[in-house]
């Protein structure tokens, strides 16, 4: 069969413009789910532009490849989005914990880093406060057992004194737990605030911790310091810090920074990054709680400082390398062998190095508007 190729472009052209703008804005928001028009519509424009591209396939193909390729592009992009198999992957919690959750952290690596500055800069507005004023020490250390001078502190607990704890380190230990946990969701909660109250947050508890660390290093006690921190706060300080982290992307998605995506649309992209983060600084205060409420109230003579300050480094170390390497993947990106081997890549083998895109899938195109378009422009053949 001959194809009248002017008229048979002039009465496609509508069709697959049509079909064009459906997956563009599928495309722009991958989430969004189609009523049973759109999705009809969707259903009736595919099977016109296959049944377009079957037709110049049997006749003047040859005359006119980029609009054979343009077509079969096309096609391929719809097959995808109709034919999409995948099903939400089931919860793998060690996957998760392994993988997930630092890819996550390093994903929002410059939130985490300006969350650790504010601390920083607290920490040391804190520090410089009690040391220029030693009046505020009351509001400064607003906890009971630090208004007491580290000395005489340092000296109760090395004395072997009453056991505070004792029948209580359990209930002790969960109180920890649950109070910052709390405090790690309310420093996430407030960067619906546009970040202000995370930054707050941040600070204030930064502020209290230089205060803390220049009030034990004054009264020589930074050998206790050490060794009644770093067992637990090495593990729960970088919990806030990521909670932190987890807020400033909230309030990221918020303000936009000249994305200009609708709102809704960068709160769902960062969805899953704020419950992964939230999740992983939960399980982390697990296990700063637990340190705490044991390891940390066991002063000399019973523990040495220097086997206690060893095992606050050796944890902050291993948290580091988790954070860092855990779930890196050697290789190509891993997101491009994602799905491999569906029909959206088996396409993409077709159809040439540009590929065509899934709905939802993480190796869609970078630029999704400029690769859907054929080489001629927007407007078609």
Do not use: C
Not at 109 to 117: D, E, I, N, Y
């Amino acid at each position: 069969m001959i194809v009248d190729l002017p008229r048979f472009v002039t009465e496609g052209r509508p069709r697959w413009s049509r079909l064009e703008a459906v997956l563009e804005g599928l495309d722009r928001d991958p989430h969004r789910a189609l009523d049973l028009d759109r999705a009809r519509e969707l259903h009736r424009l595919y099977q016109g532009a296959a049944a377009d591209l079957s037709r110049l396939a049997g006749g003047g193909a040859a005359a006119e490849p980029e609009t054979r390729r343009y077509l079969e592009s096309l096609v391929a992009r719809a097959y995808a989005e109709i034919y999409e198999t995948r099903r939400r992957a089931p919860l793998r919690p060690w996957a998760w914990l392994t993988g997930t959750f630092p890819r996550a952290f390093r994903r929002h690596l410059a939130a985490f880093g300006l969350a650790a500055a504010v601390t920083a800069g607290g920490a040391a507005f804190g520090a410089a406060a009690l040391s220029l004023d030693p009046g505020a020490r009351e509001v400064l250390l607003p906890f009971a057992h630090l208004q007491v001078h580290p000395s005489e502190r340092v000296a109760w607990e090395e004395s072997g004194g009453e056991d505070r704890l004792r029948g209580y380190r359990a209930s002790f230990s969960s109180q920890l737990m649950t109070h910052n946990t709390q405090v790690s969701l309310f420093v996430l909660a407030l960067g619906i605030t546009w970040g202000a109250g995370t930054l707050l947050l941040l600070f204030y508890n930064g502020a209290i911790l230089g205060a803390v660390a220049l009030d034990y290093l004054a009264a020589g006690e930074g050998a206790f310091l050490l060794g009644w921190l770093l067992p637990h706060g090495t593990v729960e300080i970088p919990a806030i810090l990521i909670a932190g982290q987890a807020g400033l992307v909230l309030a990221g998605a918020l303000l936009g920074w000249g994305d200009r995506t609708p709102r809704a649309q960068r709160l769902r992209r960062v969805r899953g990054s704020l419950l992964t983060l939230g999740g992983g600084a939960a399980l982390l205060l697990v296990w700063a709680g637990i340190v705490e409420a044991t390891l940390s109230q066991i002063h000399e003579p019973v523990l040495p400082y220097g086997a206690k300050i060893a095992l606050g480094v050796a944890e902050l170390g291993a948290l580091a390398l988790f954070l860092g390497l855990s779930g890196r993947e050697s290789g190509a990106d891993p997101a491009a062998r994602v799905g491999a081997g569906s029909p959206a890549n088996r396409s993409a083998g077709l159809y040439g190095a540009r590929g065509v895109g899934g709905r939802g899938r993480s190796h869609r195109r970078a630029d999704p508007e400029q690769a859907s378009r054929p080489r001629w422009g927007r407007d078609g053949p």
